[in-house]
């Protein structure tokens, strides 16, 4: 079955940078979106930023100017490079594969990573 790796989370300081990675793997024929979703204590599953198909990006208002994704179709991985991190942005990042069309089933699937946590910290 597909699985979604993550890594590149980690400890860093107000100011400073992260780069987050995922790669899929398990028989994908296509994908329509890549992107990532993060989930701090307490609060709800939101939205970061994604990448289509085509190559289309879309940004969480905060984030914008200083996040930046980028994906690799052939490849099935997605990045999230992360400048300028503050401490709101402490959170456990998840990389998602929207209506993914697979080998061997019916219909789109969505996939999900396992999560990376990311800590903004001084």
């Known amino acids: 079955q597909v699985q979604l790796v993550e890594s590149g989370g980690g400890l860093v300081q107000p100011g400073g940078s992260l780069r987050l990675s995922c790669v899929a793997s398990g028989g994908i024929i296509s994908v329509n979106s890549m992107g990532w979703y993060r989930q701090a204590p307490g609060k709800q599953r939101q939205f970061v930023a994604e990448?289509?198909?085509?190559?289309?990006?879309e940004y969480e208002g905060s984030v914008k100017g200083r996040f930046t994704v980028s994906g690799d179709n052939d490849k099935n991985t997605v990045y999230l490079k992360m400048n300028k991190l503050r401490p709101e942005d402490t959170a456990v990042y998840y990389c998602?594969?929207?209506?993914?069309?697979?080998?061997?089933?019916?219909?789109?699937?969505?996939?999900w990573g396992q999560g990376t946590q990311v800590t903004v910290s001084s």
């Open positions: 998602n594969f929207d209506q993914v069309v697979v080998r061997g089933s019916y219909g789109w699937h969505d996939f």
């Open positions: 990448i289509t198909s085509s190559g289309a990006t």
